[in-house]
């Protein structure tokens, strides 16, 4: 059977076909990164009149492209959460009118559900169980995974979110929105001057703290003469804090479980220096890990198409409900 997959939980158009036997079809992505440039940062309400115009169309151009027609889409899969509610709002209405009209079942998908089942789009999946570290823009998780929907939360950061605080030290260094990927291109030209603390990596547990390391960007940049080099040299050091910090904590949970298998997703596992310092760290424990490739860490619709099924072959399908949650715990699924 063909799924269609559909993601508008922020900034990103996603849409997708996976078919339960052959896997991925087709995906397309439209990115609002120019429009919300301007602004800095996302604007709710911008982000979900583009979701409005571009999602019909796209779903249009991936039946064509897939040499498909609506015929052939057994269900739809939409992300119901959490994320901005407007932008979701999008996504349910359009899933929920699309499943009407197509006499077809609509699966509700928690956005990094979709994010950690992600690496199972690759030749090579990861087998359950397994360790995962869930990095984005709005979450920072450390999952115990026994199966689909079989979470328990081993860790999550108390205050930002990894890409938070990448998105807000790039800010605090001048760089553009959407500062992460900016800051990390930085700090290629970066050399080792200033060491940055590995935050609560000191103590017991496995939660994480990123606001601090933030504050600690902004005081060393306020103390040097601001130039390119200084920039590049603070984004180096704020990269390998991170990168280390997420190592550490990700031993200490595959330790605790007694796994030998991390999984590793969300947009900030594109982040090459954050896969090197991981790789290597589980090369050293003689475990294994798993990304998703570059363009299925970020969001995506491929990842909802294939979360949806998965979800549909454990017959939760939705009534005509439009059902959407901007906040949504994955220890409620
Ligand atoms: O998963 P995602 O696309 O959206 C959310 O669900 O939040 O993650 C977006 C986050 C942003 O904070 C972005 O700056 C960060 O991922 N990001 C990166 C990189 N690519 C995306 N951070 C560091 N290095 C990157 N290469
Ligand atoms: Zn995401």
Same mark, same amino acid.
């Given at each position: 059977? %063909?799924?269609?997959?559909?993601?508008?939980?922020?900034?990103?158009?996603?849409?997708?076909? !996976?078919?339960?036997?052959? *896997?991925?079809?087709?995906?397309? @992505?439209?990115?609002? #990164?120019?429009?919300?440039?301007?602004?800095?940062?996302?604007?709710?309400?911008?982000? +979900?009149?583009?979701?409005?115009?571009?999602?019909?169309?796209?779903?249009?151009?991936?039946?064509?492209?897939?040499?498909?027609?609506?015929?052939?889409?057994?269900?739809?899969? !939409?992300?119901?959460?959490?994320?901005?509610? *407007?932008?979701?709002?999008?996504?349910?209405?359009?899933?929920?009118?699309?499943?009407?009209?197509?006499?077809?079942?609509?699966?509700?998908?928690?956005?990094?559900? &979709?994010?950690?089942?992600?690496?199972?789009?690759? /030749?090579?999946?990861?087998?359950?169980?397994?360790?995962? @570290?869930?990095? +984005?823009?709005?979450?920072?998780?450390?999952?115990?995974?026994?199966?689909?929907?079989? %979470?328990?939360?081993? *860790?999550?950061?108390?205050?930002?979110?990894? *890409?938070?605080?990448?998105?807000?030290?790039?800010?605090?260094?001048?760089?553009?929105?959407? &500062?992460?990927?900016?800051?990390?291109?930085?700090?290629? =030209?970066?050399?080792? $001057?200033?060491?940055?603390?590995?935050?609560?990596?000191? $103590?017991?547990?496995?939660?994480?703290? =990123?606001?601090?390391?933030?504050?600690?960007?902004?005081?060393?940049?306020? /103390?040097?003469? /601001?130039? %390119?080099?200084?920039?590049?040299? #603070?984004? @180096?050091?704020?990269?390998?804090?991170?990168?280390?910090?997420?190592? #550490?904590?990700?031993? $200490?949970?595959?330790?605790?479980?007694?796994?030998?298998?991390?999984?590793?997703?969300?947009?900030?596992?594109?982040?090459?220096?954050? $896969?090197?310092?991981?790789?290597?760290?589980?090369?050293?424990?003689?475990?294994?890990?798993?990304?998703?490739?570059?363009?299925?860490?970020?969001?995506?619709?491929?990842?909802?198409?294939?979360?949806? %099924?998965?979800?549909?072959?454990? /017959?939760?399908?939705?009534?005509?409900?439009?059902?959407?949650?901007?906040?949504?715990?994955?220890?409620?699924?």
């Amino acid at each position: 059977m %063909y799924i269609l997959g559909i993601e508008t939980s922020c900034d990103e158009t996603g849409v997708a076909i !996976y078919h339960s036997e052959n *896997g991925l079809v087709h995906h397309l @992505l439209y990115s609002q #990164i120019e429009m919300h440039s301007e602004y800095g940062g996302v604007v709710p309400e911008l982000a +979900s009149r583009d979701h409005i115009r571009k999602l019909i169309p796209l779903v249009k151009q991936l039946l064509l492209e897939s040499n498909l027609t609506k015929l052939n889409i057994a269900a739809i899969a !939409y992300t119901a959460g959490p994320g901005l509610m *407007g932008a979701l709002l999008v996504g349910a209405a359009t899933a929920q009118s699309l499943a009407f009209a197509w006499q077809v079942p609509v699966v509700a998908v928690h956005h990094m559900e &979709g994010h950690l089942l992600a690496p199972m789009l690759e /030749k090579n999946p990861p087998s359950f169980p397994f360790v995962a @570290l869930l990095i +984005s823009g709005g979450h920072t998780l450390l999952v115990k995974v026994s199966g689909v929907g079989k %979470y328990e939360l081993l *860790g999550e950061s108390l205050d930002d979110a990894v *890409g938070e605080a990448f998105d807000k030290t790039a800010k605090l260094l001048g760089l553009s929105y959407p &500062g992460g990927v900016k800051l990390s291109e930085l700090a290629q =030209f970066g050399q080792i $001057r200033f060491r940055f603390p590995r935050p609560m990596t000191d $103590r017991a547990g496995l939660d994480f703290s =990123f606001s601090g390391l933030k504050t600690f960007a902004l005081t060393t940049f306020q /103390k040097s003469d /601001k130039t %390119y080099q200084d920039k590049a040299d #603070i984004a @180096l050091a704020f990269q390998d804090a991170v990168a280390d910090t997420l190592a #550490i904590k990700c031993r $200490r949970a595959l330790q605790q479980t007694g796994l030998k298998t991390l999984v590793v997703a969300g947009g900030v596992s594109a982040n090459t220096q954050i $896969r090197l310092t991981l790789t290597k760290m589980l090369e050293s424990e003689n475990g294994q890990i798993f990304f998703p490739r570059p363009e299925f860490c970020t969001d995506n619709g491929a990842m909802i198409a294939y979360a949806g %099924y998965q979800r549909f072959l454990m /017959k939760e399908t939705q009534n005509l409900e439009i059902f959407a949650r901007p906040r949504w715990a994955m220890s409620e699924l």
